[in-house]
């Protein structure tokens, strides 16, 4: 069937899998966003929440996707079941130790990139809500009062932690491309 495509037009789940497309989709999401706010064509004070929102998203799929590969890499059963946890922290605990296992490559740096924006972020929004609500489950306010939030700072910090973990991502997905070529998966 053919469909035709026009500047409004988008095809969904055209692939299997579509994850890496949900997780690249937030980070680009909140970049563009991002830029078109410090361009000064987007109200800053309304679209901080859907910017910080969309990358938190980002980071979260990356790291239990990133958690996923490496178990199928290595042949391990997934150590807990992701779908119910959204704290980075954990997340970041469970793929942190499987890393040295396939990449010799991420070293101290990358691991202190990683943990300085899952505590940054973690910090800010505990239950993966704080961004989507003004208020939580108990009518208490969503995020602590902030004086001001650093819009350039949060860019920058997604920047370097997607250039990281997508590097990750790559160096899992031609390894178990390796793998099936030579037969052992």
Not at 3 to 9: C, E, Y
Not at 65 to 73: G, K, T
Not at 86 to 94: A, G, K, N, P
Request: aromatic share 12%; net charge negative.
């Amino acid at each position: 069937m053919h469909i035709p495509l026009g500047a409004t037009k988008v095809p969904v789940n055209w692939t299997e899998d579509s994850s890496e497309l949900y997780i690249e989709g937030y980070y680009v999401g909140g970049s563009q966003l991002r830029l078109d706010t410090e361009r000064g064509k987007l109200s800053r004070a309304a679209i901080i929440f859907p910017i910080a929102y969309l990358y938190r998203q980002y980071f979260e799929l990356r790291l239990k996707r990133l958690v996923s590969l490496s178990c199928d890499f290595l042949d391990e059963p997934l150590p807990l079941n992701l779908t119910n946890y959204h704290d980075l922290r954990i997340i970041w605990e469970v793929l942190k130790p499987l890393i040295p296992k396939f990449d010799m490559d991420f070293g101290e740096e990358e691991i202190i990139l990683v943990e300085e924006a899952v505590g940054y972020i973690q910090d800010l929004d505990k239950s993966s809500t704080a961004f989507r609500y003004a208020r939580d489950k108990k009518d208490a306010p969503s995020l602590e009062p902030l004086k001001v939030f650093d819009l350039a700072h949060l860019g920058i910090m997604m920047y370097d932690i997607h250039w990281a973990l997508e590097s990750l991502a790559f160096t899992l997905y031609r390894k178990l491309e390796e793998k099936r070529k030579s037969g052992s998966i």
